[in-house]
């Protein structure tokens, strides 16, 4: 299994500004996924994170809006970029380890 | 591209069965995997289905036909802490068995006294 946490649990920001998740799982993986899940939706993937190379995104996300950081096989940082309202979302970072899939408990933001 | 259906809405009792569908469209196909998601929580993993047939993990379990794109979710002895949002998954064919996964857009279980 794994255990993940991110930072902030929660935030509520004024359009235009960025912030940065933080996710740390507690062992070593090659991969690090993040995911968006606006209210009452579905989870969307943002990004691939392999540690050493470019993040690999997914159609309608970009590296200058959702910059992403794998400095080692055991963090990630997700930066929301130059935020509007529609950027309210829940953003959860997930590993997969031993066939199965762990989520942390996610970050909601509120941009206002 | 990908797409997978399930029910929006499902209600029932205390003690009964509910059966959550999946039907999926994928370029590849890798496994269909279930999570569960309280209101407020981080999805968890459920159960996992490569093959055809069904696996059985306590009181839940769960079915894939791959012939016939479809899966389904079975929970038996339903109990009001099983109410929640249930989303059927699947690998993407590109990322082979790198985690990738694409969601449906969850069925909310409503368990009711």
């Known amino acids: 299994s794994a255990v993940i946490s991110q930072k902030p649990s929660r935030d509520i920001c004024q359009r235009g500004t960025s912030l940065t998740i933080q996710c740390q799982v507690d062992s070593q993986v090659t991969m690090m996924f993040w995911y968006r899940q606006q209210p009452g939706q579905s989870l969307t993937l943002i990004a691939t994170a392999n540690q050493g190379s470019e993040a690999t995104y997914e159609s309608g996300f970009v590296i200058d809006k959702f910059p992403i950081s794998r400095p080692n096989l055991t963090f990630s940082t997700l930066t929301v970029s130059n935020m509007s309202p529609e950027d309210s979302s829940i953003y959860l970072c997930?590993?997969?380890?031993?066939?199965?899939?762990?989520f942390g408990p996610g970050t909601r933001l509120t941009v206002t | 591209g990908q797409s997978l259906e399930q029910p929006s809405e499902v209600t029932a009792v205390e003690g009964a069965i509910v059966q959550i569908n999946c039907t999926y469209q994928t370029s590849g196909f890798y496994g269909l995997s279930w999570y569960q998601q309280h209101d407020g929580g981080a999805p968890t993993f459920l159960s996992y289905?490569?093959?055809?047939g069904l696996e059985e993990t306590g009181r839940f379990s769960s079915f894939l036909s791959r012939s016939d794109s479809y899966g389904y979710l079975l929970l038996q002895e339903l109990q009001m802490k099983d109410s929640a949002s249930y989303f059927c998954?699947?690998?993407?064919?590109?990322?082979?068995?790198?985690?990738?996964?694409?969601f449906g857009q969850g069925t909310t279980l409503q368990v009711k006294p």
């Open positions: 997930s590993v997969e380890t031993e066939g199965e899939q762990y």
């Open positions: 289905n490569a093959l055809d």
């Open positions: 998954a699947v690998r993407d064919r590109g990322s082979g068995n790198t985690g990738k996964l694409i």
